[in-house]
């Protein structure tokens, strides 16, 4: 059994990925089973929750099952995922646990080339067919063309309601279609006493779901991604247009926006206090926590075309998997557990632990989804264009010291939305050459 350290109290792409097939994993404990010793010793597990938190125990649930079948023992500690973001770096200068639950893209390749994450390209080319092209270039560092991640499960971004009550209120948000479509449900759902749009962005990163599906849908993703890598300037007036579609969503949302995070957000769809958010779909084993019934009465839809140039062809999705600290303890150890995570064997303990997620291994057999999850497959599969969202698809330089807090400033006054774009533009143009 795994032994677990309380510790201190967030989140977690496949770039034209195939949809629900696109894989992952073989069978077992990586090292062992590619004929090399038998890794040994206990290993320690970050996970990033609280421990009363459904992924918490499903983590927990397939840390078991590694245990049983290889006798290691691993040591699973809680800790607040922003913090633990927040001070990745430190902590991984210091004295890490081996293995983590991590996110791919420029948090994990940056990391890489600091020398604070562990190779793990044996694993995944232990992987072998299960895991696709795509997979294995999203978790592929461009520097030096190793792996530093084990990608496991992807997830989208859409809008999130309960059928339930749209139901009460007479609403089909998934007739939702237009720009206008979404603005008239937002007001049909506050004239009923409820949040229209919920939002919560005090942690600074949650909004940026919503500046980037109104920027791929108003501009297209290839600005969007231009935009977030220095090749657009933020002081264009397709950004301000962007902003300007935030605006009128403002007046529909929960007036305490920067004093709750993603899940002060997820309360009010849970208690049916909200008509929608624009979320990722990681939250929803929060539901089937309190109840089956909660859960089948989660639902997602693409977020609606505004630009009929671009429809809903593009969607944030990122790709989250285990990474291995290069100063841990048993970095072999942190290495065999994280390939063990990303095998049939591993994603099947997580599955019967309950787990949600959609899985990118071709060794899951997408079939046995339930409705939720071949709702989110279809969301995925609407969009051409997929994104790693705001916070990984640029620099962390920028992302979080910079655009999170101009997001938060425009939600606060965004009669200063010109001078806030000139100071993001500003502080860009100021940023080192990495």
């Known amino acids: 059994m795994s032994d677990v350290n309380n510790g201190i109290s967030r989140r977690s792409v496949l770039k034209g990925a195939a949809i629900g097939g696109a894989g992952l994993v073989a069978g077992g404990s990586l090292l062992a089973g590619c004929g090399k010793k038998q890794v040994t010793g206990d290993v320690r597990f970050t996970i990033r929750g609280n421990l009363s938190d459904a992924g918490a125990k499903i983590a927990i649930a397939a840390n078991d ?32 646990d081996d293995a983590f639950g991590w996110m791919a893209g420029w948090r994990t390749n940056a990391r890489a080339d600091a020398g604070l994450l562990a190779d793990v390209s044996e694993q995944v080319k232990a992987l072998g067919s299960s895991l696709s092209a795509a997979a294995i270039q999203g978790a592929t560092n461009p520097s030096d063309g190793k792996q530093y991640i084990i990608p496991t499960t992807y997830y989208p971004w859409g809008l999130h309601y309960r059928k339930s009550t749209m139901q009460e209120l007479g609403l089909n948000p998934e007739s939702i279609a237009t720009w206008d479509d979404l603005i008239k449900l937002c007001e049909a759902t506050q004239k ?37 890598n220095g090749k657009e300037q933020w002081t264009d007036a397709k950004v301000v247009e962007v902003f300007n579609h935030m605006g009128e969503l403002i007046p529909f949302m929960n007036k305490n926006v920067l004093d709750i995070s993603w899940d002060g957000m997820r309360d009010l769809l849970l208690q049916k206090k909200c008509g929608a958010m624009m979320m990722g779909s990681w939250f929803a084993n929060d539901f089937l926590a309190k109840s089956q019934e909660d859960y089948d009465d989660l639902w997602i839809v693409p977020f609606p075309e505004i630009n009929p140039e671009h429809g809903i062809d593009s969607i944030d999705a990122p790709l989250d998997g285990i990474s291995v600290a290069a100063n841990g303890n048993n970095v072999e150890g942190g290495a065999d557990l994280a390939g063990f995570l990303g095998s049939k064997e591993g994603i099947d303990a ?14 899951f057999d997408t079939s046995s989804y339930d409705a939720f999850n071949k709702q989110k497959l279809a969301v995925l599969g609407a969009a051409k264009n997929i994104g790693f969202f705001l916070d990984r698809d640029t620099r962390g330089d920028f992302a979080g010291p910079v655009v999170g807090p101009a997001i938060q400033s425009f939600l606060k006054n965004p009669k200063d939305l010109t001078k806030i774009l000139e100071s993001t533009q500003a502080q860009w143009d100021a940023l080192p050459a990495l």
């Open 65 to 96: 099952a590694y245990t049983a079948k290889t006798g290691n023992k691993v040591i699973s500690q809680a800790v607040n995922s922003d913090d633990f973001q927040n001070n990745f770096v430190q902590i991984l200068q210091g004295t890490p």
């Open 192 to 228: 009923k006493g409820l949040v229209g749009y919920a939002l919560g962005d005090k942690g600074g990163w949650e909004a940026m779901g919503t500046f980037d599906i109104l920027n791929m849908r108003l501009n297209g993703y290839q600005f969007h991604i231009d935009l977030l």
């Open 350 to 363: 997580a599955v019967a632990a309950g787990d949600t997620n959609i899985y990118i291994s071709s060794d």
